[in-house]
């Protein structure tokens, strides 16, 4: 196996550090504080191309691989999560599940404004009883002949109120369980579609989460994503290749909280001499570096995977799992070898480890995830 990165490959990591660094570095602090949504930075993601990484050039997109995105992610979660996570659902549920499962006439309408980054994109599956359970769904879609009537309510929608396009996971036939369930593409300003209050969270601040409720919402029958009854097969295929970019914002987290930690032990002196030099140290940084590179590895293997059209559920889960559960004891790190200045937020270690908390539970929970992991090993 080749571990070295192509020219093409280091380029766009070089681009998306600068732009991390530039663009989202300045602000990060007040934008977590006031849970404001970065509008300005999104939209230059998307003048740059970052919001529609993998779409081919015919709709919009910059055609790249999925090692790229994992590359790109790494570095803007390094400095802005909340940026990161729209990044995220923007490219692989919204744009690959558009690309891969829409027709032309959804691809041109919908997936050539969002892989531009004209337009962002929400993936509807949460409800307030069944999480993502999604044969649990009790949002249902009517068909009313020409038309469904969309009724329900999603929650913890990330760019749930930024966003002009929704994918929708719906109940179309309860009766027939997984077999039941159907995807729609639903714009936000139709009537009968609510946006509810922003949730006031612990992490990601800056992201854009909200309810959506839905009432009475003609939605074309052109709009539904599939043949009857796919919305199950759609979301559980969607979200597949959605872990692989929450396994790497929290590879990122992780790294940039690594990477702070390690320039302050070079800084800080204790007993005559920078803590670096302390052996308990030492021993901390070896460690988050191992792991650091441990859940890289793991999200680059599920990545190249992707890119072979292979199987990549297990490698996805596996690289989800570990690199959230790496995120969340590396920044904790971080934040004791800063000792008290890791409690202070213009050191940033804090924020990521508020951060870093919820890659453990979006995409699935761990426990989730090591159920995924357990029946593809057990057969």
């Not at 802005?80 to 558009?98: H, I, Q």
């Not at 929450?246 to 920078?274: H, N, P």
């Not at 901390?284 to 650091?292: N, R």
Request: hydrophobic share 40%.
């Amino acid at each position: 196996m080749n571990f070295q990165l192509s020219e093409e490959h280091l380029m766009i990591q070089k681009a998306a550090r600068d732009f991390a660094v530039h663009e989202l570095l300045p602000g990060v602090i007040a934008r977590d504080e006031q849970q404001k949504f970065p509008a300005e930075q999104v939209k230059q993601l998307g003048e740059l191309g970052f919001l529609g990484m993998m779409v081919s050039p015919t709709y919009g997109g910059a055609g790249l691989d999925t090692i790229s995105y994992v590359l790109a992610m790494e570095e803007i979660s390094k400095i802005d999560a909340s940026t990161s996570v729209c990044m995220s659902v923007n490219n692989s549920l919204v744009c690959w599940g558009l690309e891969t499962f829409g027709t032309e006439e959804q691809k041109q309408k919908y997936l050539v404004p969002l892989a531009k980054g004209e337009v962002i994109g929400a993936f509807l599956l949460s409800e307030p009883e069944a999480g993502s359970d999604a044969t649990s769904q009790r949002t249902t879609a009517e068909d009313k002949g020409d038309h469904y009537l969309l009724n329900g309510t999603k929650n913890w929608i990330t760019n749930g109120n930024s966003a002009g396009t929704y994918l929708v996971i719906a109940h179309t036939h309860p009766e027939k369980g997984s077999k039941g369930i159907n995807a729609f593409i639903v714009e936000k300003s139709w009537p009968g579609v609510t946006v509810g209050a922003k949730e006031n969270k612990l992490g990601i601040r800056g992201s854009d989460t909200h309810s959506i409720m839905f009432q009475d919402v003609k939605v074309p029958k052109e709009n539904r994503i599939g043949e009857d009854g796919f919305g199950f097969k759609f979301a559980m295929k969607t979200l597949a290749g959605g872990r692989i970019g929450i396994a790497s914002q929290a590879l990122g987290i992780a790294s940039g909280a690594y990477e702070l930690a390690l320039k302050y032990s070079r800084e800080r002196k204790a007993f005559g001499k920078e803590i670096s030099q302390h052996q308990a140290i030492q021993f901390k940084l070896a460690d988050m570096a191992t792991q650091i590179e441990a859940a890289r590895l793991l999200c680059l293997k599920a990545a190249w995977e992707k890119d072979n059209h292979l199987d990549y559920t297990l490698s996805s889960s596996m690289a989800k799992v570990f690199a959230s559960e790496t995120a969340m004891w590396v920044t904790t790190e971080a934040v004791q070898v800063h000792g008290g200045y890791g409690y202070v937020k213009e050191y940033h270690v804090e924020r990521l480890m508020r951060d870093a908390k919820i890659t453990q539970i979006y995409e699935g929970t761990s426990e989730v995830q090591r159920i995924v992991i357990s029946r593809a090993i057990l057969g």
